[in-house]
DNA sequence: CGCGACTCCTGCCGGC
DNA sequence: TGCCGGCAGGAGTCGC
């Protein structure tokens, strides 16, 4: 589900619920995620507050003083705050109880996210080898071209790669190379520095357009007290497979690049 | 170190 | 209607 706009939306559509709010308990029905819900975080974290909610890439770091409780949706995770009492979803795993009647609630039906603890984010072994965030200035034409260099990947997969650059999933991928005209499986040592530069403007337009539409929602996203996006009617390529490019009239195509479907216009990519 | 394949899991959809 | 295969927004891990 979630790539950096659904994330980012995620965390706008709550924090302002949460922050500043007293965990009264936390209810883990189930621990087993991709890794296990520590079992000393009940102990931790009742009765501290949530001093902010902050983002890094695709996860999300709740701020209690103590520590930090590091969050990621995985491909079908969601969080939402709802009144204590309104009834639980079926994948509902993760609660905290709030101060003031409100429960966040962690739902993730394939259970590929995970909830974590740690004190030292920075060394964290999950966040401490990230790129930059792709809206930050320091991600830039220059160094993609940099990373692009020697480089035995395609483009989509390097573009994909959080230790290149962070947030940047299957759809967005897809949507940012039709963007900018480079087909998903040109090589990335052959990208040209202005290439890379037309693609790092476009990684960034199409991730700033689908945060101001609310993210994109395929199946079930939802974000904050459970609104949907609606980003996935400004897709160009992504799920489009057979039918026309919205610039030329072409045929979108489909591939699979590293076991992932990727979305092109064979006429408009080159 | 870089890279590709595999893996975790549930749900949904299309074809027969 | 029911069953089955394929596919799904992620990313760590393993083997080469």
Redesign the pocket.
């Known amino acids: 589900?979630?790539?950096?706009p659904?994330v980012e939306i995620t965390r706008l559509g709550i924090a302002a619920a949460v922050e500043g709010r007293r965990i009264e308990r936390l209810e883990v029905r189930e621990s087993?995620l991709?890794?296990p819900i520590p079992r000393g975080l009940k102990k931790r974290l009742e009765g501290q507050y949530i001093l902010s909610l902050k983002r890094r890439?695709?996860?999300l770091l709740f701020d209690c003083g103590t520590g930090i409780l590091l969050m990621?949706?995985?491909?079908?995770g969601?969080l939402c705050y709802r009144p204590r009492e309104s009834p639980l979803k079926?994948?509902d795993h993760f609660i905290m109880h709030l101060q003031g009647d409100i429960s966040l609630r962690f739902c993730d039906?394939?259970?590929?996210g995970c909830v974590l603890w740690t004190v030292d984010p920075e060394q964290h072994?999950?966040l401490k080898?990230?790129g930059p965030e792709p809206l930050a200035d320091e991600f830039n034409g220059q160094y993609l071209y940099q990373q692009s260099r020697?480089?035995?990947?395609?483009i989509k997969?390097?573009i994909?790669?959080?230790?290149i650059v962070?947030?940047?999933?299957?759809?967005?991928?897809s949507e940012s190379l039709f963007e900018s005209g480079i087909r998903p499986t040109r090589s990335?040592?052959k990208l040209t520095r202005l290439q890379s530069e037309t693609l790092v403007q476009a990684i960034k337009t199409v991730l700033r357009r689908s945060i101001k539409a609310g993210?994109?929602?395929?199946?079930?996203?939802s974000a904050g007290q459970g609104q949907p996006?609606y980003f996935?009617q400004q897709l160009k390529v992504?799920?489009r497979e057979g039918l026309a490019c919205v610039v030329c009239g072409g045929s979108i195509k489909?591939k699979?690049i590293?076991?992932?479907?990727s979305y092109y216009c064979g006429q408009c990519q080159k």
Request: cysteine-free; aromatic content about 10%.
């Open positions: 589900m979630p790539e950096l659904e087993r991709r890794w890439g695709k996860y990621h949706l995985g491909m079908s969601s079926k994948h039906p394939r259970r590929f072994k999950l080898d990230l020697k480089r035995k990947v395609v997969n390097l994909m790669n959080s230790k962070v947030g940047v999933g299957n759809i967005y991928a990335s040592a993210g994109t929602t395929l199946r079930d996203f996006g996935q992504y799920d489909r699979l590293g076991q992932r479907s």
